[in-house]
């Protein structure tokens, strides 16, 4: 089966002066997806929305929404809708006038454009606020609004850029879900910018890693955590971030020795180049503590870190080394520990090119 | 003395102090000669009791008399078409010149920083100037309209009683222009850049986007500068005696150089007094509208 395509990019290209902030994207979004960019600040991540939505032009490759050629089309015409981290609203109408704006543009009538502005509030609970303006409503709320605005226009595609940077803890976790009900609703097709991987991993189906303006790796969530490509990606998916600690092949490939003191031979999951210089990457939610001589490695504990439900135990030199346990364990600094790790969750890169093995 | 640094230090009854300084200088300099011009309207006042506060009350006898004189509503109506024209051009012209320098092309700053240069200079030097370009025979202005074919024979800006307060009217708004952009531009860059960016998005043209993000994002900056530009051009003074000297036969005759030909041509203080008493009731009711329009700024 050939999914259908709502969004394709082929080797994009955007410049600004002398600085070049997309490098040759190619990206192909099929029809009813949520696909999450992500990546630091600075990547283009917002750039590469931004141009989806014509409000940059790119300067090279092709960009196309449902088989249409849109590199020089306004705006106005690619029938896109764009949810701003600023949210953007028109402070000086009312929210339902906010909310019509865009049907008044098109010269709907009045009742009816009313009506279509009543059951999108009603469905995201805006309906007792419609007569407020935006200075008179809470930051969550001016975030409703503005996915409203969107909404009301049943556009191809959605873009959020950074949506819920604005909100506090516990309602970014509860408009998390929100956002990707009302996205499954509508059936709509989602581009959603975010810097936070946990946004990325918790609401998109496929997530496109960035960094400095090209795609680092693309694909399923659990897929870039699972098999990530790059030493940046590793680091980047997954929360505390992977551990990362040089180390020695053996004569024959089958073993690495951590540059850790007191760290014996540790076999790896396949035979790599012998004597070679690695990088090996460890998820802290992957190493566990057995007893004393077990493990793999033995070491001291530095720091312990405990949220109730998960503790984070800082151990190895200058406890560059983080572990998390979501069990309770009668633990304390200065314990030598040893820690254990499956041959098949150890990551290897390559120190010059940052490229898994 | 100990006590007086120490109150300045310890920050008590700095904030008296700080208020204290301006209010003193403004009920000496701008509050009590109002309310000498006021009073002096209600009195007579003839070259002899000049020195004196306390005159012969005469009630309304002074404006009786200056609604009785053949110049009066002639000299009124002119007031109305200088302030109004005045305004409406400076403000038109001003928001264009906003809009085009806030494109922000390369130089735009530079070049919007150099349109103050109209701003600094003495009216009477603009009247000067304009008095050459206003000039019937050789004036750039009418080659100007005669070149592009609007007029066939020389207008006398100065003295055709039809043209003489469009002479002044013309001068008052390129001076006053300058002003205005400023004004207007700061509202505009105020105008954040994504209402512009999520209107495009919603489908809206350049055209509509003006309309209906500009223009109502500007209403409070428009209200102030509509209000200092009415107490502005209340104020005009130079450009008449620099232009036509109210002339010829007042046609081009407003109140505020009315007042000053009474009181100093004519030493009909009385009169003059009465005249600009009346302004002052005019200019308070537009510093309502200006204190009212820049409480009411709307932004986020």
Partial sequence: M??????????????????????????????????????????????????IAGLETISGGEMKITDEVMNNVPPRHRDVAMVFQSYALYPHMTVIDNLTYSLRLKKTPKAEARKIAKEVAATIGLENLLDRFPRELSGGQRQRVAMGRAIVRRPKVFLFDEPLSNLDASLRVHMRKEIRALHDRLGATSVYVTHDQIEAMTMADHVVVMRAGVIEQQGAPLELYDRPASQFVAGFIGSPAMNFVDGVTNADGTAVTLDITGAPELQLPRQVACNEKVTVGLRPEHLSISEA???????????????????????????????????????????????GINTKDIHLFDPQTQMVI | MKRIRSSIIDGVGFDLVLVGIPLVFLILFSGLPLVYNVLMSFQEVDLFSLGEVFRPFVGLKNYRALFAQPEFWPIMWNTVIFVFCSIGGQFIVGFGLAVFFNTGFRGSTFIRGLFLVSWVMPGLVVGATWNWILAGDFGVLNYLLSSIGVISENIFWRS?????????????????????????????????????????????????????????????????????????????????????????????????????????????????????????????????????????????
């Avoid at chain 1, 999914?3 to 990019?9: A, K």
């Avoid at chain 2, 036969?249 to 007094?273: I, T």
Wanted: aromatic share 10%; with cysteine; hydrophobic share 45%.
């Fill in chain 1, 293 to 339: 001589g077990q493990g793999a490695i033995t070491t001291k504990i530095s720091v312990i870190e405990s949220t109730g439900s998960t503790t984070y135990v800082g151990a190895g030199d200058a406890g560059k080394i983080t572990i998390v346990l979501s069990e309770r364990r009668d633990i304390s600094v200065g314990d030598t520990i040893s820690l």
């Fill in chain 1, 2 to 51: 050939t999914e259908e395509l709502q969004i394709e990019l082929n080797g994009v290209d955007k410049h600004y002066g002398a600085f070049h902030a997309l490098k040759g994207i190619q990206l192909a979004i099929p029809k009813g997806a949520f696909v999450a960019l992500v990546g630091p600040s600075g990547c283009g991540k917002s750039t590469l929305l931004r141009s």
């Fill in chain 2, 160 to 300: 055709d009683i039809n043209y003489s307060l469009w002479a002044v009217i013309i001068t008052n708004i390129w001076l006053g222009t300058a002003f205005n952009m400023i004004l207007l531009s700061v509202g505009l860059a105020g105008i954040p850049k994504d209402l512009y960016e999520a209107a495009s998005l919603d489908g809206a043209t350049a055209f509509q986007k003006f309309w209906t993000i500009t223009v109502p994002m500007m209403r409070s900056t428009t209200g102030a500068v509509i209000s200092l530009g009415l107490i502005f051009t209340l104020q005009q003074f130079d450009l008449f005696a620099a232009i036509t000297g109210g002339g010829p036969a007042n046609s081009s005759n407003v109140a505020q150089y009315w007042a000053w030909e009474l009181s100093f041509r004519q030493y009909d203080f009385a009169r003059g007094a009465t005249i600009s008493t009346i302004m002052i009731a005019v200019v308070m009711v537009a510093s309502v509208f200006y204190v009212r329009s820049t409480r009411h700024e709307v932004r986020g």
